[in-house]
């Protein structure tokens, strides 16, 4: 079992950067997806990226794309997720989540571990 912890959010202006980190513990992160989802205020939990197990091969959803890096440092059992250009509509909870998935998925069930989150506002 791996227990996941993320760091990193908080409040940034519009068009500013903030780079989470997801860190494992328990059980080496190298023997896992992983992704990362977030919750906007009053909706769905949504996918925004993953990773493979060497971070040879990621995936990004649609809106992200071009402004949201992931990367992984499997030495340091630890995930990132780079943002730059930050909206107004990236306001969320951002979780990390893992599993052997063998594949990069994209849906919330796909994935058993989970981060408590943490919170990245942007304001206008």
């Known amino acids: 079992q791996v227990a996941l912890v993320e760091s990193g959010g908080g409040p940034v202006q519009a068009g500013g950067s903030l780079r989470l980190s997801c860190t494992a513990s328990?059980?080496?992160?190298?023997?896992?997806?992983v992704a990362w989802f977030r919750q906007p205020p009053s909706k769905v939990r949504e996918f925004v990226a993953a990773?493979?197990?060497?971070?040879?091969?990621?995936y990004y959803t649609g809106p992200v794309k071009g402004r949201f890096t992931m990367s992984r440092d499997n030495a340091k059992n630890t995930v990132y997720l780079q943002m730059n250009s930050l909206k107004p509509e990236d306001t969320a909870v951002y979780y990390c989540?893992?599993?052997?998935?063998?594949?990069?998925?994209?849906?919330?069930?796909?994935?058993?571990?989970w981060g408590q989150g943490t919170q990245v506002t942007v304001s206008s």
């Open positions: 989540a893992a599993d052997t998935t063998g594949t990069l998925r994209i849906r919330v069930y796909d994935y058993t571990y």
């Open positions: 328990g059980r080496t992160l190298s023997g896992y997806e």
């Open positions: 990773i493979t197990r060497d971070g040879g091969n990621t």
